[in-house]
């Protein structure tokens, strides 16, 4: 593996599923009644977050204390550009605090590459910009794996504001590792201009791709996106896009629901299809932890 | 002065005498009995006029200042640049345009012909005194917004229009604002995988095409600034078989590179030094580009030289300044794209890079061909040499190169302005 996990592309298949099966082993520790391993222990892995963002901060540092790191949580809102001290110089602080891996979010994309260039631990990316999200991506794989067994040949539908998401980006690159077929659903105008170069299919149409589908997976639509003529309104796209009763139905019995959170109830997914047991969704936090584990685990050699 | 052993355009060696700043004789075997200079065989240019610099005096002297970039500028073999008007404050009145003309006298390194500005503080709304500029001791003539676009139709068409009167010419930054809201590089394959906002093709394009049809209308000349795409160069092409009075600038890293360096690079993907505005687009452009400027439907190569300091470029993409230095390098950087490759010989290099933009500059102490009487403004290349690109070694201020590492062929070995040295054995004089 990698020292760095920035991508998704970074990962071959052999190292996407060691984290998976790996995850698969330390979710035996999370049903224990004590959750900690020793693993880590004298480690320092400090979450960098640039962006709001409780919910993946809480998992990595769920993750990294069970494996009994030290957890510094550098919370640094807004750009570092306008707190007056810039990426660079906050990387140099990490680097003298001694910082074994660093856990990047971040609102530029690219910005954990940056980072990697000025510290010596790991880079984890935990979101940057419009770009990647590699451990959602990994979460989501588990998530599948748990519920369907293998993802060889297994039919994923993304579905949404594919343009601006980095749940996306990484997911169609290691589905596409793992061998699932992935076809992207969107209005067209929240498709990047060159989606026909990436490794999966492209459809305007969900009603037509739903029945064909193992997974469905419902992305975010950003509020900002509404006044920014990418659709005419809220109701036009759920109506076109959102996953609701009736588009529910037309799903194959075994299929599942997936959503990386934190969702627009009513918008791109309706109430009772999140809440069916079809749904993945509350799994996928659990899972986000057991995965987050795992690449920790990997990428600072710990052992178990 | 007396130049021996050099090749004018790449031709037989020959022999220039220099008296009192302009060239005496032409012919081997002269003699004088004052300073020689042994060319060794390089090759004769008429000194390189620029006819898009970045000095960033006044405002921004951390990045560069006239005295710098002008020898940057000899360094690279120019005798000329013209010096972009956003400036701190900015170029858009006499003052400013006379303070920078006036900085440019005492450096000595090169003629500097600031540019004014098309609008007041470049903010697109209201005409800046053109006239008072063109009339000024630094009789301006060339007037741009550069970095920032004359979007609005009906302020570009009155622009043209004015300037007809002291035979200025309008330099357009293609670039519609709201089609590249937020961009950052060049709207494709690369920018879809690495989630960078694209900056589409067509927003350049549609500015060119808009005031191509403008410039025919009122009958005027119109400069269209560091063209980037494929689509730009049709447009353009297509204007001139018109006839109409439209030239065009390219820059020598939109010759050499492309997108692909935001995803890999030695340094990395997302490396800001490969940030710049137009941005590098892709191998079909480049292509394009390269054919366009062979066959004079782009008449100029500009560098664009933009300095900023290190702390402007080391951040993450979306923070850092957009820009290249490019003066040292703008002559090696054409031989390896055009003259190596068999498009251009030493006289088209000479046209594009000397006589055509002084002429759209209107410059008229430069960019004449060496010749008897002609001012001895010359530059002296060695195309077999090869350099390694050490941005420590430039006179320019700033660092911000795209070519840190890259072996790229020739010299400059000395340049004269109007008979002094400003560079001699590659060293500033």
Redesign the interface.
Known sequence: MNKHLISAADLTKDDALLILDTAEELARVSERSIKKLPTLRGRTVVNLFFEDSTRTRISFEAAAKRLSADVINFSAKGSSVSKGESLKDTALTLEAMGADAVVIRHGASGAPHRLANWVRGSVVNAGDGTHEHPTQALLDAFSMRRRLGSLEGRKVTIVGDVLHSRVARSNVLLLSTLGADVTLVAPPTLLPVSVDTWPCAVSYDLDAVLPKSDVVMMLRVQKERMNAAYFPSEREYSRRYGLDRERFAKLPEEAIVMHPGPMNRGMEIAAEVADSPRSTIVEQVANGVTTRMAVLYLLLGGEI | MLIRNVRVLGGEPTDILIEDGVITALGPGLETTGEVVDGQGAIALPGLVDLHTHLREPGREDAETVRTGTQSAARGGYTAVHAMANTMPVADTAGVVEQVWRLGQESGYCDVQPVGAVTVGLEGRQLAELGAMADSAARVRVFSDDGKCVDDAVLMRRALEYVKAFDGVVAQHAQEPKLTAGA?MN????????????W?AVAEEAIIARDCLLAAHVGSRLHVCHVSTAGSVEIIRWAKSKGWNVTAEVTPHHLLLTDELVEESP????NPIYKVNPPLRTHEDVAALREALADGTIDVVATDHAPHPV?DK??????AAMGMIGLETALSVVQEAMVDTGLLDWAGVAERMSAAPARIGRLSGHGRPLEVGAPANIVLYDPTARTEIHPAQFASKSRNTPYEGLSLPGKVVATFLRGKPTVLEGKLA
């Open positions: 950052q709207e494709g394959v690369v920018s879809g995988r690495l989630g960078l906002a694209g589409p340094n990395g993907p997302y702390e080391e951040t993450e993409w979306a923070a």
